[in-house]
């Protein structure tokens, strides 16, 4: 079975950062685009980032870009979301998606509140 194990939010004040990790298993982990994956209250999914599995290459939400970084590692089958400057507007629970698609696997999220 696929598994995604999000870790890492918490409490933040504004100006803060937190490191997320994603721990996978059950698939081959290299093989595919990993993707982070944010609901905030009331709301839909949002598409963060991906990290894409050939070369590695990002994509970020411009909402997001300049202040978080996406990476893996793809020997620890782990995917990483650093974020920073983070705002009252980032408080979401934040997935950890296989894929490019909000329908694509996950697991439970992480909840991240940015306040003072």
């Known amino acids: 079975d696929v598994q995604l194990q999000a870790s890492g939010g918490g409490l933040v004040q504004p100006g803060g950062s937190l490191r997320l990790s994603c721990a996978a298993s059950?698939?081959?982990?290299?093989?595919?685009?990993m993707s982070w994956f944010r609901q905030h209250p009331g709301e839909g999914l949002e598409r963060v980032s991906t990290?894409?599995?050939?070369?590695?290459?990002?994509r970020y939400a411009d909402s997001v870009k300049g202040r978080f970084l996406i990476s893996r590692d793809d020997a620890k089958a782990t995917l990483y979301l650093q974020m920073n400057s983070l705002t009252p507007d980032d408080t979401a629970i934040y997935y950890c998606?296989?894929?490019?698609?909000?329908?694509?696997?996950r697991g439970p999220g992480t909840l991240v509140t940015v306040s003072s």
């Open positions: 998606v296989r894929g490019r698609s909000p329908s694509g696997s």
């Open positions: 990290v894409l599995s050939t070369g590695g290459s990002t």
């Open positions: 059950g698939f081959t982990f290299s093989n595919w685009d």
